[in-house]
């Protein structure tokens, strides 16, 4: 790495951080500038723009999100271990940032607002729902999971509740949340086995 | 109500609207002022300040959201009637506002900023969790929900999925977000039926 991508580097990881705290609206390239001591000239060489800024901090929050959640837990093994590695190691991925979630807080921003960042931003959710959806699927395949069971809602139901345990855990700082979120995620598997019985 | 009182409902209903869209933080005095077009100093002789702005626009969304929610709800029969009218009105209720929830906006800027707008808006959290248990212990002793249910965690399933929900539908917006969230519904209920055998 030469010195000025490790510059870019160490300035997109403190904006990520920035981001999860204060949202993508809070990453000023004049904040950015006072919180990591550099000009504002400076950072403007680095990123042209707020929303070329807004884009990069993104990227750079998936990049991390492979690396800390997806990557690892596609080494666990096919089918079912593989679904709790990624949904385990999500869970984990709220206590990442020092303000939780990026996507859930950028998702709050821009959900309103069209734009390269929204479609950056809907890119990443499509592309981690298809990520529970595929390893579902495998789960199926290995006999882990139902025949008729229906992936994608089930992929909708793992991302529902994820989402949900984030606003549990760092709003409401309900002491119970862990206990309920793996009872809630314990009993998708219990539904999704090849096991059960028919009703 | 007199002459002052509706001015300030009037202008109450442009700030949660707002708020809806750009979060608690995009609703300076100043923003408002201009949205509604009265002066900033007229504005301040509502509000004292920003921090009781916010407290202010939470209190008046909770009002609305008890009008167009919990209120109906509650009328529907005691049971499994009654949490089912609780949760449809709680999704309609993503589009009552021009942004979306407002407290799932708000939920997301408030998780790490301590004070007098983030205690309220966990009082209004906490109070609808307390709805859906309570709507939901009701469906037990009505003898529609089995009598070894966790009402609690019922509360906080229904709870997520609908916080996911309005991610799926507003975000990413899935043509089958609405398919996707009333079939996981369908399965909490399902679970949650007294008729449920033993498996």
Not at 151 to 160: G, R, W
């Amino acid at each position: 790495m030469s010195k000025g991508e490790s510059t870019r580097a160490a300035l997109l990881d403190a904006a990520v951080n920035l981001a999860s705290q204060e949202g993508l609206g809070g990453v000023t390239i004049g904040r950015l500038a006072e919180k990591v001591g550099m000009s504002k000239s400076g950072l403007f060489a680095h990123f042209s723009s707020k929303a070329n800024l807004e884009v990069e901090i993104l990227a750079s929050a998936v990049a991390r999100f492979v690396e800390v959640v997806v990557s690892p837990a596609l080494k666990a093994k096919r089918g079912e271990p593989r679904v709790v590695a990624l949904f385990q190691r999500w869970l984990a991925w709220g206590n990442e940032l020092t303000g939780g979630c990026i996507f859930v807080a950028a998702s709050v921003e821009l959900d309103d607002r069209e734009g390269e960042a929204r479609d950056a931003l809907v890119r990443t959710q499509r592309d981690w729902l298809e990520t529970l959806t595929t390893a579902s699927r495998s789960a199926v395949s290995e006999g882990h999971f139902r025949k008729d069971l229906d992936v994608e809602q089930l992929a909708h139901d793992i991302y529902c509740l994820g989402l949900g345990h984030f606003h549990v855990s760092r709003l409401l700082r309900d002491p119970q949340a862990d206990k309920r979120v793996q009872s809630a995620f314990e009993r998708l598997l219990h539904d999704a086995r090849a096991h059960r019985r028919k009703e």
